[in-house]
């Protein structure tokens, strides 16, 4: 039973670089099995993908964030990262972790509990 | 982009009523639909996926049907703790994976 639990600021600054780690339990991240995925959801809104990675490296973002947004890999931490540039107050929200178990052709099965991040100076 | 839209934005319904959501695709997503459950303060679940699986440890009352582009998610009879906030979701045509709005369930 995969576990997932987010980490990180919960409040970043207009125009900065918001940065959030995903610590994965319960199964290695190395698995071929998921890729490893990132959704926000504004105060009040719906789900918006980010983006996935699966442990190779092979990264998928939205279009609409392309441009601002990295997320990482670490093996030996057994962990995954987020990473996005130029934050403005329309980035705040809350940011989940999750798995897709792309094997079983299963979405999203597991999540973290959330973490909420806000953009103001 | 595959657009999602559901339908209705938000639903009234007694405790022990059955109560029917709708999700439209804007192209066709075959079965790779999926529905997740909502409450406040609480992280999305996984309720059904290749639009009629029930994933682990959910009730049969829920119930998955459709595809191509018109979906439908049946709660039999509702119990209190189904009162939330129901997604549905494509990932066949990614990126972009995306989301329908939602639908509020709520106590008439």
């Known amino acids: 039973q995969l576990q997932l639990q987010e980490s990180g600021p919960g409040l970043v600054k207009p125009s900065e670089t918001l940065s959030l780690t995903c610590t994965v339990s319960g199964g290695s991240i190395s698995s071929s099995r998921y890729f490893w995925v990132w959704i926000r959801q504004p105060p009040g809104r719906g789900l918006e993908w980010i983006g996935s990675i699966h442990y190779s490296g092979n990264t998928y973002y939205n279009p609409s964030l392309k441009s601002r947004v990295t997320i990482s890999v670490d093996t030996s931490k057994n962990q995954f990262s987020l990473k996005l540039s130029s934050v403005t107050a329309a980035d705040t929200a809350v940011f989940y972790c999750?798995?897709?178990?792309?094997?079983?052709?299963?979405?999203?099965?597991?999540w973290g509990q959330g973490s909420l991040v806000t953009v103001s100076s | 982009e595959i657009v999602m839209t559901q339908s209705p934005a938000t639903l009234s319904v007694s405790p022990g009523e059955r109560a029917t959501l709708s999700c439209r695709a804007s192209?066709?997503?075959?079965?790779?639909l999926a529905w997740y459950q909502q409450k406040p303060g609480q992280a999305p679940r996984l309720l059904i996926y290749g639009a009629s699986t029930r994933a682990t440890g959910i009730p049969a009352r829920f119930s998955g049907s459709g595809s191509g582009t018109e979906f439908t998610l049946t709660i039999s009879s509702l119990q209190s703790e189904d009162f939330a906030v129901y997604y549905c979701?494509?990932?066949?045509?990614?990126?972009?994976?995306?989301f329908g709005q939602g639908t509020k369930v709520e106590i008439k």
């Open positions: 979701q494509q990932y066949i045509n990614w990126p972009p994976v995306s």
């Open positions: 999750a798995a897709w178990d792309k094997v079983g052709a299963i979405p999203f099965d597991y």
């Open positions: 192209q066709s997503v075959s079965s790779n």
